[in-house]
């Protein structure tokens, strides 16, 4: 069974950080693509940022420079670092992973920021 387990999300204020990981069992976690997704209120579900590996990361313009993806192999373990967060960064975050025959999402970690 494929699980992918969302945490960290909570409420902070503008300017502040939060760390999410995705915890991830039953599936080979190294053949996997990782991403972080997010969904605000009243919008589509974006791709907020990407990792293959290290040196293979991806992220949406909005966040380039504030937020770090990274994932531990060993821990089958993917984290989303995100600093200096903004209001307009509040919504749902959900883990996926991407593989040549199938796709899986968490449930998702809710993010506020207040301003």
């Known amino acids: 069974q494929v699980q992918l387990v969302e945490s960290g999300g909570g409420l902070v204020q503008a300017g502040g950080s939060l760390r999410l990981s995705c915890a991830a069992s039953?599936?080979?976690?190294?053949?996997?693509?990782m991403g972080w997704y997010r969904q605000a209120p009243g919008k589509q579900r974006e791709l907020v940022a990407r990792i293959v590996s290290t040196s293979k990361t991806y992220y949406t313009d909005s966040v380039k420079g504030r937020f770090t993806i990274s994932r531990d192999n060993a821990e089958n373990t993917m984290y989303l670092q995100m600093n200096r967060l903004e209001p307009e960064d509040t919504a749902i975050y959900y883990c996926h992973a991407h593989g040549t025959w199938s796709d899986y999402w968490g449930q998702g970690t809710q993010v506020t920021v207040s301003s």
């Open positions: 039953g599936i080979n976690f190294n053949a996997y693509t």
